[in-house]
């Protein structure tokens, strides 16, 4: 497979909407795809942690992805989330992404198995083959208590279809190192903790997937603009601008203020899946402060 940047700039990760029953909710998903795309999002990502996908079940998946690509109608590529810690599940995952029309997969490293680096070269040997698209690498430790080490990078960009990584360790010395090893083996290399956004383009990312895209899309897409041109003097200031905002949103574990900040915004994702709760008064509060100095609310 040819290896190719799947988009540069600005992806959403994109939360998954649930009505008050605690199914997905189509008709909320359909106006959220046209609130990102209107507001300059570059790709969309479902079903990343952002979008809950450890309580989605595979039929959910199937449908809201084959419902995502249709209703996106090829005007941004469409990057579904499709791992997990059993390699044959997430094969099985990334080929039903294939077959349902995405553009490509997001694919974290196994969790909670605590693998060694060969495990997580032989995961994703395993998870490419199925795919059949381009396969972007998922380095979240914190959450899956393994890091994809800058030494191991240079085998897996031997995979065929392995095209770049969303970094997000949220550990500088980590990105760094990260970055470097990309840039040596032409591995396209995306941000994943909005904070670290500029950082992270300086040191060589050609984009972020991003949870404060959500809510401003024009000025994430913007500041990765902005990057990309090598205008960082302006580009920081945004992110100096979104830095209050970006806090809030992670407040508490991703997804759970997001959800509530699209509630306050106008767009009724509902409430997460057990076990995550509803954002605790305080934090909403804190959130709701955050957003009005943004202008997003009134």
């Given amino acids: 497979m040819k290896k190719h940047s799947v988009f540069s700039g600005v992806g ?22 046209e609130h990102l795309i209107s507001g300059g999002v570059n790709a969309l990502i479902p079903f990343g942690t952002t979008g809950e996908s450890s ?11 084959r419902f995502i690509t249709e209703k996106t109608r090829r005007r941004v590529p469409v990057i579904v989330g499709a791992g997990s810690n059993n390699t044959v599940r997430a094969a099985y995952k990334c080929a039903a992404a294939r077959r349902l029309g995405a553009d490509a997969v997001l694919v974290v490293t196994p ?31 914190y959450r899956t208590c393994v ?38 083996i032409g591995l396209d290399l995306y941000c994943g903790d909005d904070a670290h956004t500029v950082t992270t383009m300086a040191l060589g990312g050609i984009g972020a997937i991003s949870v404060a895209a959500n ?19 302006s580009a920081r200031k945004i992110q100096f601008d979104l830095s209050e905002l970006i806090s809030a949103l992670f407040c508490e574990v991703n997804p759970i203020p997001i959800k509530k900040a699209l509630q306050l915004y106008g767009i009724d994702v509902g409430l997460p899946r057990l076990p995550l709760t509803e954002l605790e008064k305080a934090h909403t509060k804190r959130l709701w402060s955050a957003m009005l100095s943004m202008g997003l609310i009134k």
Avoid: W
């Fill in 111 to 141: 969790y909670y198995n605590k693998c060694t680096q060969q495990g997580i070269v032989e995961h994703y040997k395993a998870v490419a083959k199925e795919a059949k698209i381009p396969v972007v690498l998922y380095n979240v430790p």
């Fill in 12 to 33: 959403a990760a994109m939360a998954t909407p649930f009505d008050r029953n605690g199914n997905i909710d189509y008709s909320v998903l359909e106006m959220y795809i």
């Fill in 215 to 233: 809510l401003v899309p024009e000025r994430m897409n913007k500041m990765c603009s902005l990057c990309r041109s090598g205008d960082y003097a």
């Fill in 147 to 184: 890091n994809i080490e800058p030494e191991t990078l240079a085998k897996l960009k031997k995979i065929d279809g392995v095209i770049g990584i969303k970094e997000a360790s949220g550990n500088i010395e980590s990105i760094t190192k990260t970055a470097e090893a990309c840039c040596e």
């Fill in 55 to 65: 309580t989605v079940t595979d039929s959910e998946f199937e449908d809201a992805v």
